[in-house]
């Protein structure tokens, strides 16, 4: 059964930074291309970055490309978002979501996510 545990989530000042993770298990974790997603208060899910199963490639939404930054570890079946430079336009629940195939790192392209965990960014 898959699972996917987020955790890291808490609160920041605007300007300061997070590091998500991910733990994954139940699946052949190495084999899957991962992403992040959120969901602001009163909106829709957002696709925010993904990475295909091997690393090779990684993707970012606008909106956070050149602070956000995803990795994983398939060695400890684990997923990271290093978010720098934090706005508060991004407090949201944010989650993990399994992708489709090895190279489903985009947009839409998931077919299990976790419980999220909630980022604040506050002054």
């Known amino acids: 059964q898959v699972q996917l545990v987020e955790s890291g989530g808490g609160l920041a000042q605007p300007g300061g930074s997070l590091r998500l993770s991910c733990a994954a298990s139940g699946f052949t974790f190495s084999t899957y291309a991962m992403s992040w997603a959120r969901q602001a208060p009163g909106k829709g899910l957002e696709w925010v970055s993904g990475?295909?199963?091997?690393?090779?490639?990684?993707f970012y939404a606008d909106s956070v490309k050149g602070r956000f930054t995803i990795s994983r570890d398939n060695a400890k079946n684990t997923l990271y978002l290093q978010m720098n430079s934090l706005k508060p336009e991004g407090t949201a629940l944010y989650y993990c979501a399994k992708g489709r195939s090895w190279g489903a790192a985009t947009s839409g392209r998931y077919d299990y996510w976790g419980q999220g965990t909630q980022v604040t960014v506050s002054s």
């Open positions: 990475i295909r199963s091997d690393g090779s490639d990684t």
